[in-house]
């Protein structure tokens, strides 16, 4: 296992346009107990990439405890990507995170693709809120032949308001989700549970919890459950197969 790197204990407000922490290909990392502001496109308040070919089992990334707050378009609170080689875990937990920034500024991102692998995600116990269109309060995405052994998504409280004006031509196209979780073009999830969530969502078209296997994507298997969600969603909880995707086993309560 590689060497445990830390950041704890700081306050980041970078200059306009640029991310408040950026890591990339870390190894061990944990980024905990920091307040991170972040103002203008593209400026995640937490950016992590792992690219390489190969990574050394072990590694770990733990964000945890920090409170974030992000104003820009296509500006996440936390943004982790797996486009290559593999982590062996994911932790999200006990974050404050809020995005106000239109489109795209999720609240937290996770994303394994190509021949990136991840072996576990721990997404728990997050108090995200999001203002803006298109900008999901968590959104897990396994594409394009990635692949995702076991995920959890617990006891988080979201809070979404990201409605578009009633007279918009795109108004129905801009649904903005509580929870969101789509497996795609050739993408592995082996199991993940959505269990014990409070979930408010305004927006037009949005649901509460969604879950898709689309594309020769594969769910194995799936629980959702004690989750309560505003009946303001359109859709509280849905879950759905298309073009080849599957879900081969779901439990919904």
């Known amino acids: 296992m590689g060497n445990q790197t830390w950041l704890r204990g700081f306050e980041i407000s970078p200059d306009p346009n640029q991310p408040g922490v ?28 792992e690219t390489r070919s190969v990574t050394f089992s072990g590694n770990q990334v733990r964000i945890v405890d920090n409170t974030i707050s992000t104003i820009g378009a296509q500006s996440s609170g936390v ?19 809020r995005t106000d920034g239109d489109f795209s500024s999720h609240g937290i991102r996770a994303l394994i693709r190509d021949t990136g692998s991840l072996g576990l995600v721990q997404i728990n116990k997050n108090k995200v809120s999001s203002a803006r269109p298109l900008s999901e ?53 082996q199991e993940i549970e959505i269990n014990n969530n409070s979930v408010t969502t305004l927006g037009n078209d ?8 689309g594309v020769n994507g594969v769910i194995q298997r799936a629980v959702v459950s004690g989750n309560i969600v505003s009946a303001l969603a359109s859709n509280p909880i849905q879950a759905c197969q298309s073009a080849g995707g599957k879900i081969l086993a779901y439990a919904d309560g």
């Open 137 to 189: 309060g968590i959104y897990l995405s396994i594409t394009d032949g990635g692949s995702l052994r076991r995920a959890t998504i617990n006891s988080n409280e979201i809070f979404i308001t990201g409605s578009v004006p009633s007279d918009s031509d795109n108004q129905l196209d801009l649904e903005s989700d509580g929870i969101y979780v789509n497996v795609l073009r050739r993408g592995q999830l």
């Open 79 to 97: 943004e982790v990507f797996v486009t290559n080689g593999s982590l062996d875990r994911l932790e999200v937990s006990g974050n404050t995170v």
């Open 206 to 213: 949005a649901d509460g919890i969604y879950l898709i296997a």
């Open 22 to 49: 950026v890591g990339m290909d870390v190894g061990n990392l944990t980024i905990a107990d920091n307040r991170i502001s972040t103002v203008g496109s593209n400026a995640p308040g937490i950016r992590i990439t």
